[in-house]
Nanobody, 124 residues
């Protein structure tokens, strides 16, 4: 199935911005529906953003209006633009795939494959 490779994680102050990238060029399975997961230290991994191939997006409430998921199909890169970052955004971020054949319209809980992650730390 290949790999998903995340990058762009960093340490920033609250109110700052980061853009995460996910290189999907090595991922050879179905990838019509992709997104991002986040796992705080000691916490559960959860879906925070989703982009389906028809352009539909979903976000958890805590990131709505601050985070934007997008995709450059030509470059095979998935992005997560994160603005107005808060300390609660600290965690490991994973690029993820919902590989189901009829994935469109799925939820943030339906990602089943992800990369190794990139770390984001937001200081107050």
């Amino acid at each position: 199935q290949g790999r998903l490779v995340e990058s762009g994680g960093d340490s920033v102050q609250a109110g700052g911005s980061l853009r995460l990238s996910c290189d999907t060029s090595g991922y050879t399975y179905r990838s019509d529906c992709m997104g991002w997961l986040r796992q705080p230290r000691g916490g559960e991994r959860e879906g925070i953003a989703r982009l389906d191939s028809d352009g539909t997006t979903k976000y958890i409430d805590s990131v709505k209006g601050r985070f934007t998921v997008s995709r450059d199909t030509a470059k095979a890169i998935l992005y997560l633009q994160m603005n107005d970052l808060e300390p609660a955004d600290t965690g490991m971020y994973y690029c993820a795939v919902d590989p189901r054949r009829n994935c469109k319209g799925g939820s943030l809980d339906q990602f089943s494959q992800w990369g190794e992650g990139t770390q984001v730390f937001v200081s107050s």
